[in-house]
């Protein structure tokens, strides 16, 4: 039989390299004897003083390592531990020489033998680089790139993503911050032509709005982007904002959205619960967002927008169930809403492609054709521009 040739919509550079990956780095360039406080404060919160391990027993750390490090779902809502594990990576680009192109090789070769094909990988050009300039982002995206071009047979293409949590404080926008956003972002995008730059994202925490970014968004119809922002992801203020969040994206002309659970999501957990500014989820309020997800729902039918479905991230960042059979992805099927299956950090939720493609199939019932078939379908390089 034919290997299936995959592809995955929605991964980021920094999210996909594995544990055995992460050990590997630490290991070759001996971190652990050099930084060794250092390597044991960061893996601290996965359970594990990895330096420390690593000193008494190679062998047995890099097994407790590969089963510590990964953040399966645990029937809590794990975004805190997530974001921790995003420390470590941030270090060895930050400590390992060439650590961009290397680890642009390492995850790119990953997903090549888990016969993915074709990747929109998701990066921030701007994050971890000293101002924040087009310059940098550009060199940053070239060394990443420079590493994953060296795959044979794997398509990658670029799709820059925005900190909204940078950009944003207490849920109100800064707008000088911004505005130079934007221009160095449009500096990035005029130089940037001999890279596959093909979307526009936004991601982290919703400390501002959809709208509150339209300068910087503006940029992907300008530059022949596609826009796939995250949004809805259950991190704004309330989940009115989320879902209007949602409204704009579509309203901006994305083709795509980065999990939007909040426009899918059962809402009946809610009642009695706090939104993020203290105010009290009540029956009333629960029955006019139900009535705000319908209008969404049909408004993402009618314009035929995707949702990137990620289960093992999903259950873990967003719904914080243990049980895939809980996952709402059927009610997305049932309205006519195409999913596409991605993994989001294929090496913090240690779940490649192919098993968050079975999620769906097993426990939700998806045809695992059409999955695959919708990863062609809504692939940047699939829409006309
Ligand atoms: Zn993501």
Redesign the pocket.
């Known amino acids: 039989m034919k290997p299936e040739r995959l592809r995955d919509l929605?991964a980021?550079i920094t999210?996909s390299i594995d544990a055995d990956a992460l050990f590997e780095l630490i290991f070759d360039e001996k971190l652990y004897r050099s930084d060794k406080d250092k390597i044991d404060t960061i893996t601290k919160p996965f359970g594990i003083r990895l330096a420390s391990e690593i000193t008494r027993n190679v062998e047995t750390a890099r097994m407790r390592f590969n089963s510590l490090y990964p953040c399966r779902p645990n029937g809590k809502t794990e975004f805190d531990s997530i974001m921790k594990r995003f420390i470590l990576t941030s270090y060895l680009l930050e400590k390992v020489p060439d650590s961009e192109e290397k680890i642009g090789y390492i995850v790119a070769s990953r997903f090549k033998q888990q016969n993915v094909n074709y990747v929109e990988w998701?990066i921030n050009p701007l994050s971890a680089t000293l101002h924040q300039t087009a310059e940098e982002g550009l060199e940053k995206l070239c060394h990443f790139y420079d590493g994953m071009r060296k795959v044979a047979n794997l398509d990658s293409k670029l799709v820059l993503s925005i900190a909204k949590n940078q950009y944003g404080k207490n849920w109100r926008p800064l707008p000088e911050k911004i505005k130079y956003l934007k221009l160095e972002l449009e500096k990035l995008l005029k130089a940037g032509t001999g890279l596959p730059i093909v979307g526009l994202d936004a991601?982290n925490k919703d400390e501002i709005t959809i709208a509150d970014l339209q300068g910087p968004l503006s940029l992907a119809e300008n530059y022949g982007l596609a826009l796939v922002p995250?949004v809805g992801e259950l991190c704004s203020k309330n989940l009115e904002t989320d879902l209007e969040n949602v409204e704009t994206a579509v309203g901006f002309g994305a083709k795509r959205l980065?999990?939007a659970v909040s426009a899918y999501i059962p809402l009946k957990r809610l009642l009695g619960t706090y939104d993020n500014t203290g105010k009290e989820y009540t029956a009333q309020r629960i029955q006019k967002l139900k009535l705000k997800q319908d209008t969404i729902l049909n408004l993402l039918k009618e314009n035929g927008i995707a949702i990137e479905v990620?289960p093992t991230?999903n259950m873990a960042a967003h719904l914080g169930g243990i049980d895939y059979s809980l996952h709402p992805a059927d009610i997305l099927h049932k309205r006519g809403i195409p999913i596409v299956a991605c993994t989001?950090?294929y090496g913090i939720f240690g779940s490649p492609l192919s098993s968050e493609i079975d999620i769906l199939t097993k426990y939700k019932h998806l045809d695992r054709a059409m999955l695959i078939k919708n990863s062609k379908t809504y692939s940047i390089n699939q829409f006309k521009r």
């Open positions: 929605h980021h999210g998701r991601v995250h980065g999990h990620c991230s989001d950090d």
